[in-house]
């Protein structure tokens, strides 16, 4: 399972850094994807990392505000989410995915997409994430 931590409330132009941490199995072999679900929305894809070259893709609306990185010796994949609006409020979830795998030949809203998230193997519970002055 996942753990995610780091979400608060947060004024707007203020910065979180998220957490998921890995237990019971190790995410070397995964790809990680973020989703965030805000209330009376469906859940979407904001960015992955492969578990191969650590390749990277964002969705739009966060390119440039948000970074995903992982640490496998720590098995901990983080997300920097910097330059907040209060349309970035949402739970933040992560998930690991094995098939998918962030994929050059793939976009990020095909991977994240809601016919697809039964392919993800593991997910956290979210951490809340609350952008309001």
């Known amino acids: 399972q996942f753990v995610e931590s780091g979400g608060t409330l947060v004024q707007p132009g203020g910065s979180l850094r998220l957490s998921c941490a890995a237990s019971g199995f190790t995410i070397e072999h995964y790809a990680i994807a973020w989703f965030r679900q805000a209330p009376g929305k469906e859940r979407e894809g904001v960015a992955c990392v492969a578990s191969t070259d650590s390749g990277t893709k964002y969705a739009d609306s966060v390119k440039g505000r948000f970074t995903i990185s992982r640490d496998n010796a720590k098995n901990t994949v983080f997300l920097q989410v910097s330059s907040l609006k209060s349309e970035d409020t949402a739970v933040y979830y992560c998930?690991?995915?094995?098939?998918?795998?962030?994929?050059?030949?793939?976009?990020?809203?095909?991977?994240?997409?809601?016919?697809?998230?039964?392919?993800?193997?593991?997910w956290g519970e979210g951490t809340q994430v609350t952008v309001s002055s």
């Open positions: 998930a690991a995915d094995s098939f998918l795998g962030c994929r050059d030949d793939n976009t990020l809203e095909y991977e994240t997409s809601s016919s697809n998230l039964w392919k993800y193997d593991y």
